[in-house]
């Protein structure tokens, strides 16, 4: 009886290895691409590569132009972005977002504050935001928290301010995570 036990087991052992072998066989990367106003965003890109390809995002574009940021959103295995279009940066005062933009110090604390670790698809978001009585917060990579909330059946992003921008596209892949758009700017504290 022992001995059939041990065979049994190492059976057992010479499938499970098999099959779990069987999960890396291919070291083909499988591409996953999605549109957005006739712009195709892919997994295949980096998120500046993506976003640098439509008129919808110049403002965002310029600011990711920074070879410093790039490297240390690169070094991330993987995040979650919430990239900001034009319109908004329209909305602000003209002076106000030259001084934005121009301010290397505000830019990178801006885009570490919308940017947060993990992959987080808008099913996770939603889950989270359910799961924590209406209001998640994520913790974005600056350190600070950014809540989450559903308005309307939207998904909205709320500074320490209350500005909010919601997300009006969703779940869209770049090299090393996912990317949502949303149509507002949301800023973090100043005590960074």
Do not use: C
């Not at 110049?58 to 979650?80: G, P, R, V, Y």
């Not at 919308?114 to 808008?122: H, K």
């Not at 779940?171 to 949502?180: A, E, P, Q, S, T």
């Amino acid at each position: 009886m022992p001995f059939k036990n041990v065979l049994l087991l190492l059976l057992v052992i010479n499938l499970t290895t098999s099959a779990v072998a069987q999960k890396y066989l291919s070291a083909e990367k499988v591409e996953v691409s999605k549109k957005w106003n006739d712009i195709t965003f892919t997994s295949t890109k980096s998120f500046i590569d993506n976003i640098s390809e439509t008129k919808s995002f110049t403002f965002l574009s310029e600011i990711f132009n920074d070879e410093e940021l790039q490297a240390k959103l690169e070094k991330e295995e993987m995040i979650t972005i919430f990239a900001v279009v034009d319109d908004a940066f329209l909305k602000v005062e003209e002076q106000s977002r030259d001084s934005i933009i121009s301010n290397k110090s505000i830019t990178q604390s801006l885009v570490k504050f919308l940017t947060v670790p993990g992959r987080l698809d808008s099913h996770s978001l939603k889950m989270a935001v359910l799961k924590n009585g209406g209001t998640a917060h994520l913790s974005t990579l600056n350190g600070q928290n950014l809540a989450i909330r559903e308005k309307d059946g939207n998904l909205q992003l709320i500074d320490s301010e209350n500005r909010t921008a919601t997300i009006i596209a969703s779940d869209f892949y770049h090299k090393n995570g996912f990317f949502h758009i949303v149509d507002g700017l949301v800023f973090p504290t100043e005590e960074e």
